[in-house]
């Protein structure tokens, strides 16, 4: 969906209009619920998390950063439940890292799950989502220099682990 037409729809959410709010769900909902999973690792959590998130657009200020706003949201919110709740640290995460078996297939997604949080979250938002470095650095309040470290160590790790799998 185009930022200018996000954004329009965005003010008539603020102002009570339901059917732009469930317009901007149906565009928004799948990416933005991926990162919550992809964060949390668990399903009712990225339930509450978005929920909780898509609660607060009328906080919106920008309606043109929606897409950003939304994602940093989210990424706050997984923050302040981390930091908060104890059930992400006692229960195990729905989805498991493991190494891919390159003899059926090789995963990227598996080997992206193996990386450290802060590289994670940059190829996925990078890739997956194709955010530019300065909403990336907006969603994670940190400067585009270090999105661009982080995804430039992500990619070196990646390739290491392709090279090692490859090579057993």
Not at 39 to 68: H, N, Y
Not at 140 to 145: A, S, T
């Amino acid at each position: 969906m185009e930022p200018s037409k996000a954004a329009l729809l965005v003010l008539s959410a603020q102002q009570g209009n339901r059917r732009a709010f469930e317009t901007l769900c149906e565009a928004f909902y799948q990416p933005s619920w991926r990162f919550a999973m992809k964060l949390s690792g668990q399903r009712a959590c990225a339930d509450d998390i978005w929920t909780s998130v898509a609660k607060k657009l009328g906080q919106l200020k920008e309606p043109s950063a929606f897409r950003a706003w939304v994602f940093r949201a989210i990424y706050r919110r997984f923050i302040s439940q981390k930091q908060g709740e104890s059930r992400f640290e006692d229960s195990q995460p729905e989805h498991a890292y493991e190494t891919p078996d390159l003899d059926t297939s090789l995963s990227i997604l598996a080997l992206i799950n193996q990386l450290a949080d802060d590289e994670r979250h940059c190829v996925y938002l990078f890739y997956l989502e194709q955010m530019s470095l300065r909403d990336i650095a907006n969603i994670l309040d940190v400067p585009q220099g270090t999105v661009k470290s982080r995804l430039n160590r992500a990619r070196s790790q990646l390739r290491a682990m392709v090279n090692e799998e490859l090579a057993s």
